[in-house]
């Protein structure tokens, strides 16, 4: 579920809505969360173990998880597991990752 709103004191406006991903089902992945502009946030998962498989992309969605798109296919760090994730304050579409255990 995601909360349409940004007031967590108002849990009444709680609601599912539907989330459509491109990117793989994964675990151990890193998430970040941005502000686009007031009362809009963009979400970002980095990284993580999917399957058999350690994708090295980050995904972007600024409605919610509504839609997602692909930033980078490829990261120069490489496959990620556990990573920290965050967004730079006032540059939504810039992320910095801290740590996390790199897969050979």
């Not at 502009?37 to 399957?51: I, N």
């Not at 990573?83 to 910095?96: D, M, R, S, T």
Request: glycine content about 14%; proline content about 7%.
């Amino acid at each position: 579920e995601v909360s349409p709103h940004l007031d967590p004191a108002r849990t009444e406006d709680w609601a599912s809505v539907a989330v459509s991903t491109k990117w793989s089902g994964r675990e151990r992945f890193g998430t970040a969360v941005g502000t686009v502009q007031p009362g809009r946030m963009a979400l970002y998962v980095c990284g993580g173990r999917a399957g058999h498989g350690c994708p090295e992309d980050v995904w972007a969605s600024d409605d919610n998880g509504g839609s997602w798109y692909c930033m980078c296919q490829h990261t120069p760090f490489g496959c990620r597991l556990d990573p920290g994730l965050l967004c730079v304050p006032g540059h939504y579409e810039q992320l910095v990752l801290c740590g996390g255990w790199s897969v050979v």
